[in-house]
């Protein structure tokens, strides 16, 4: 059975449906590290009412060295259970992020396979723009029931990034900036090789977005990857720096129907601290 579920809902659909029983809203904020913001204290500064908070650092397989890399299906069914997510809830995630990390959780719900969730288009800065109810009280969530079925067709490992490096079966579009992609800035991350992985092409995940944060229409999207040289008819992984905004390319492809896709979650924090993987300075 495909899914179509929507993948984005309004500012004005979440106020109207803000208190209904089956809505659970989660704040998916997540800023880069060493910067002065502090995703946390940013949602107990002030949130949406209802909202509870996703800590992608800490949802995450904490024993594996790169960066919130997915966690075992235990560890995510045990945190939805205490976010009060269940199975049968339609979950709404928005960020207060430039990143628009709220698609590395839609991503993550809907590999461990809950369908109805969708991002709240324009995320916190829209809604507080538009002078939106907004509190600082965290709410008490009743613990529910929630059965983590891991998706494995959509990640992709080291090891299948290597052996598509000898046989082309899918397309890498790396969702990091031009500057980055084409090694001309050096990585946020230390220690990390700069350029691309070889053959891949480059979608700056910023060129899905318009200026207030919400997305672009479908037809501007698919656009945008075709004119990156992406082949819709063909398989597509994407990629970035640690696996936040190759979510929102995976958000983008969504949008456009294109299903055929995974997530490399290593991303360039793997790749690029490998001594063996081969780097070059991107697709011109």
């Known amino acids: 059975m495909p899914d179509n579920s929507p993948a984005l809902v309004s500012t004005d659909w979440l106020m109207e449906h803000l208190a209904a029983p089956d809505i659970r809203i989660v704040d998916a904020t997540w800023h ?14 002030a949130h949406i009412p209802g909202a509870t908070f996703f800590d992608i650092d800490e949802i995450c ?3 594996n060295p790169l960066p919130h890399m997915l ?3 235990e560890k995510m069914s045990s945190r939805m259970r205490k976010l009060g997510i269940g199975d049968g809830n339609r979950v709404i995630v928005y960020d207060n992020s430039d990143l628009r990390s709220a698609a590395r959780v839609w991503f993550m719900m809907k590999v461990f396979g809950l369908w109805d969730v969708a991002i709240l288009d324009g995320g916190f800065q829209k809604w507080k723009s538009e002078r939106r109810p907004i ?4 709410p008490i969530p009743r ?23 000898e046989s082309g079966k899918e397309q890498v579009v790396d969702a990091r900036s031009p500057g980055r992609f084409h090694g001309r800035e050096a990585e946020p991350r ?3 090789k700069s350029g691309a992985i070889p053959g891949s092409v480059n979608v700056f995940f ?7 944060g919400t997305f672009k229409s479908p037809a501007e999207i698919r656009s945008i ?5 992406v082949d819709l008819k063909k398989p597509v992984v994407t990629s970035c720096g640690s696996g936040i905004t190759a979510s929102v390319l995976m958000l983008g492809l969504y949008l456009i129907g294109h299903r055929e896709n995974a997530l490399y979650d290593g991303s360039w924090s793997e790749w690029g601290s490998h001594p063996d993987t081969p780097v070059t300075k991107g697709k011109i």
């Open 32 to 45: 880069m590290p060493g910067g002065e913001r502090i995703a946390a204290r940013d949602y107990n500064e």
């Open 61 to 63: 397989d904490l024993d």
């Open 71 to 73: 966690p075992s299906p």
């Open 135 to 138: 509190e600082d009280i965290p």
């Open 143 to 165: 613990l529910r029931h929630f059965s983590a079925r891991f998706n494995t067709t959509k990640i992709r490992d080291l090891d299948h990034m290597l052996e598509n490096l």
């Open 190 to 192: 230390t220690d990390l």
């Open 206 to 212: 910023r060129d899905l977005l318009n200026e207030d």
């Open 225 to 229: 990857f075709e004119q990156a040289g």
